[in-house]
Structures are given as structure tokens and as C-alpha cells.
């Protein structure tokens, strides 16, 4: 996996395969193992058709995390540097749950560079019940830090996110504990970084109008599917598909039926821009 200091701290990517540019941003709002999951479930798929990229944000995965940076423009400034690093002057453009206001916002900065949007599982940080869910997070977060220390604090907020896993899996549970906790702070600017996005994307939705497909799952109770019919709303022409029965994390959850639906759509693009 490539890195290097891109926009001022130091970014982990990897590039597969060749062709049009299609760029995956992950979700998560720090922390975490950042694209690992998108590279696993989803290189291969794309590799053969499309130059794949996707790259850890700042505190999440291989990157660092660095002392700041964490606002929004900045992230899409993140992006627009690694597109510069690889020579990239268009892409497809995916964002998944948190990486979704990165990759809206980036279209809207950039049209020009954007032949395509994909939101998935995501929303604009608008809404107030979705702002406050996290606003909720950040501060049980910060009450069990106090309470029980760091460790305890991530280990809390981890079984909070995944309530089966420290049973299911105790070997991944105590690995992105670990990780967790070395980019605590991170994670804590992250949240804050995103409670502060307000309607800044959402007054400039219409704007959006290059081809745009959202996809979200019904039973999706960390970003609900009224977030995604939201966008749908607002975004002019875009496409909007639900997955009966989904919960949150179409990428890594559904990754087949997400590869094709997605590889269906980019091949309806290039035949309309033919």
C-alpha cells in the first residue's frame, strides 16, 4: 500500500488495476481499519474494468493522525491532493457513510472532476436527529473516558457500534480496540469536525448534477433510509435504490450485490456519454 504526505500528514492508498479513475472513500469517523474492507471486498471487482483507488482518512487505518485537519473542506482538500499525486484529472467518486459528505462535498467544490457520484449509506449531517445521535456518541465518549479511562471508554463505544462481536470475534474485537485507542483523539475531532458541517451541504445539493445513484438499506439504524430518500429528494435526477432488509455498511456487507449494481450503473454512464 502506497503512502505519503499528501495535504500535511501522511496518507496510506492503494491503486488497482487500470482504466477510468473510481475512488472510494470509507466511512467511519476515525479509528477503525479505514479502506481495508473496500480494498478486500470490492479491488477485484473493479481492477479489471476501472483504476481503483481508496485511501485511508486522516486517524483511520494506515494514515496518521495528525493534530488537526479534520473539517470538512480540509478532507475534501485531502482528497483533491491524492487525485493530484496520481494525475487524476476526472473520477467516479463513491462515498460511504461518513466519506459521503467528503465525496458531496467534493462534487460540488469540483464538479469538473466528479463524471459520477455514489452515496451510499449516507446523509447530508443536516438532519437534527442524525447531528444529535452523534452529538450523543461524542458525549458517552467522553463521559466514559472520565469513568473508566481510555481503554475502557473505546471498548464501550466499540460494543455500542457492534454488540456481538467482542463474543463473536475477540481477536478482531481486541485488534480495533487497539486501534481505537491509539487514535482516540482523532476520533474525537473527527465527531466534532462533523457536528460542525450544519447545512453546508445540504443548501447546495440541487447544485449536484453530474449522474448520481444512493443506495441505502431499510433497516439501516445508524444512518435510517429516511436520510437516503432525503438525498434522493434534493439532488435533481438522481437514482435512488433501497435493499430490503440491509442494515448499515453496504460495502462490506453486500459486497457482491453492491459490485454489480454499481458496475451495472458506471457501464450506463459510459454508454450515455458515448
Not at 453546508?200 to 429516511?226: K, W
Given at each position: 500500500?502506497?503512502?505519503?504526505?499528501i495535504?500535511?500528514?501522511?496518507?496510506?492508498?492503494?491503486?488497482?488495476?487500470d482504466?477510468?479513475p473510481?475512488?472510494?472513500?470509507h466511512?467511519g469517523l476515525?479509528?477503525g481499519e479505514?479502506?481495508?474492507?473496500?480494498s478486500e471486498?470490492?479491488?477485484?471487482?473493479?481492477?479489471?474494468d476501472?483504476r481503483?483507488i481508496?485511501?485511508?482518512?486522516r486517524?483511520?487505518g494506515?494514515?496518521?493522525?495528525?493534530?488537526?485537519?479534520?473539517d470538512?473542506p480540509?478532507q475534501v482538500?485531502?482528497l483533491r491532493?491524492l487525485?493530484?499525486?496520481l494525475?487524476?484529472?476526472?473520477?467516479?467518486v463513491?462515498?460511504?457513510?461518513?466519506?459521503?459528505?467528503?465525496?458531496?462535498?467534493?462534487a460540488?467544490?469540483?464538479?469538473e472532476?466528479?463524471d459520477?457520484?455514489?452515496?451510499?449509506n449516507t446523509m447530508?449531517?443536516d438532519?437534527?436527529?442524525?447531528r444529535?445521535a452523534?452529538q450523543?456518541?461524542l458525549?458517552?465518549?467522553l463521559?466514559?473516558e472520565?469513568?473508566?479511562?481510555r481503554?475502557?471508554?473505546v471498548?464501550?463505544?466499540?460494543?455500542?457500534r457492534?454488540p456481538?462481536?467482542?463474543q463473536?470475534?475477540?481477536?478482531?474485537?481486541?485488534?480495533l480496540?487497539?486501534?481505537?485507542?491509539?487514535r482516540?483523539d482523532?476520533?474525537?475531532?473527527?465527531?466534532?469536525?462533523?457536528?460542525?458541517?450544519?447545512?453546508?451541504?445540504e443548501?447546495?445539493?440541487?447544485e449536484?448534477?453530474?449522474p448520481?445513484m444512493?443506495?441505502?438499506?431499510d433497516?439501516?439504524?445508524?444512518?435510517?433510509?429516511?436520510c437516503?430518500?432525503?438525498?434522493?429528494?434534493?439532488?435533481?435526477?438522481s437514482?435512488?435504490h433501497?435493499f430490503?432488509?440491509a442494515?448499515?455498511?453496504l460495502?462490506?456487507n453486500e459486497?457482491?450485490?453492491m459490485?454489480?449494481?454499481?458496475?451495472?450503473y458506471?457501464?450506463e454512464?459510459?454508454?450515455?456519454?458515448?
Amino acid at each position: 500500500m502506497p503512502e505519503g504526505t499528501i495535504n500535511g500528514y501522511l496518507m496510506h492508498y492503494e491503486i488497482h488495476g487500470d482504466g477510468q479513475p473510481l475512488v472510494m472513500i470509507h466511512g467511519g469517523l476515525g479509528g477503525g481499519e479505514g479502506s481495508l474492507s473496500m480494498s478486500e471486498h470490492h479491488a477485484e471487482t473493479f481492477s479489471g474494468d476501472y483504476r481503483f483507488i481508496c485511501y485511508d482518512r486522516r486517524a483511520a487505518g494506515k494514515s496518521e493522525t495528525p493534530a488537526g485537519g479534520y473539517d470538512l473542506p480540509n478532507q475534501v482538500q485531502d482528497l483533491r491532493a491524492l487525485l493530484e499525486r496520481l494525475d487524476v484529472t476526472h473520477a467516479h467518486v463513491l462515498g460511504s457513510s461518513a466519506g459521503g459528505p467528503i465525496a458531496m462535498s467534493f462534487a460540488l467544490d469540483y464538479p469538473e472532476m466528479v463524471d459520477s457520484l455514489l452515496l451510499i449509506n449516507t446523509m447530508s449531517y443536516d438532519s437534527h436527529d442524525e447531528r444529535q445521535a452523534r452529538q450523543n456518541e461524542l458525549d458517552n465518549l467522553l463521559a466514559n473516558e472520565a469513568a473508566l479511562g481510555r481503554t475502557g471508554a473505546v471498548e464501550k463505544a466499540l460494543e455500542a457500534r457492534q454488540p456481538t462481536l467482542r463474543q463473536d470475534d475477540p481477536a478482531q474485537f481486541s485488534k480495533l480496540a487497539q486501534i481505537n485507542l491509539e487514535r482516540f483523539d482523532g476520533i474525537i475531532l473527527s465527531i466534532r469536525a462533523y457536528l460542525d458541517i450544519g447545512d453546508s451541504i445540504e443548501s447546495r445539493l440541487a447544485e449536484i448534477t453530474m449522474p448520481t445513484m444512493i443506495v441505502h438499506g431499510d433497516a439501516d439504524t445508524t444512518i435510517p433510509v429516511g436520510c437516503g430518500i432525503h438525498l434522493h429528494e434534493l439532488i435533481p435526477h438522481s437514482e435512488f435504490h433501497i435493499f430490503p432488509g440491509a442494515i448499515h455498511g453496504l460495502m462490506a456487507n453486500e459486497p457482491r450485490r453492491m459490485g454489480n449494481m454499481i458496475t451495472e450503473y458506471l457501464d450506463e454512464i459510459i454508454v450515455r456519454q458515448s
